[in-house]
């Protein structure tokens, strides 16, 4: 048995900050309606959307959630600093945020990140050329928690996850 939560705090992503699901995830009962755990549903499509979503943001990647976003995208540290074209040790040093990560390197993740997502998060529909012009400002820890809803697509894709408008 399942009941929806209407407001879920996720904070087993990865990432250095919750993520809170609208309407969505969904409690698992037993018989007596005691709650056995919680089930969020398209979990794949959701972390490639907060990936996504997260990369035309303005505020520079910290290294956990490039950690994050590589593991989204399905490549090991070692594959994903050569595809970046980078020193390895240098990659791991960003992981473990022992350094940061410049500016010319984060807007090459970020465009990493939207081509190979584009094909799995058709639903959002994005302009790599939006990474290009992305001024970097202040931080992301003063804008998170980040909100997403999952909504019917009505087509064959089934449902899909939208980001929720920051408050203001």
Known sequence: MFRTITQHEETALGLPYAVILENAAQE????????????????????????????????????????????????????????????P??????????????????????????LLLAGRIAHLKIDPNIVVSLRFQGDIMNRVPLHFRLEKCGNQDGDAWVDLPLAA
């Open 89 to 114: 040790s240098t990659y791991s040093r960003w992981e473990n945020e022992k350094q940061t990560v410049g500016g010319w390197a984060d807007k090459q993740v970020r465009q990493m990140t939207i």
């Open 28 to 87: 698992i009962l037993d018989d007596d309606g005691s709650v056995l755990g919680v089930h969020i549903p398209n979990m794949e499509n959701l972390v490639a959307t907060i990936a996504a979503v997260r990369c035309l943001m303005p505020e520079r990647l910290r290294g956990n959630e490039v950690r994050f976003i590589r593991k989204v995208i399905g490549k090991g540290a070692k594959e994903f600093a050569e595809d970046l074209e980078m020193d």
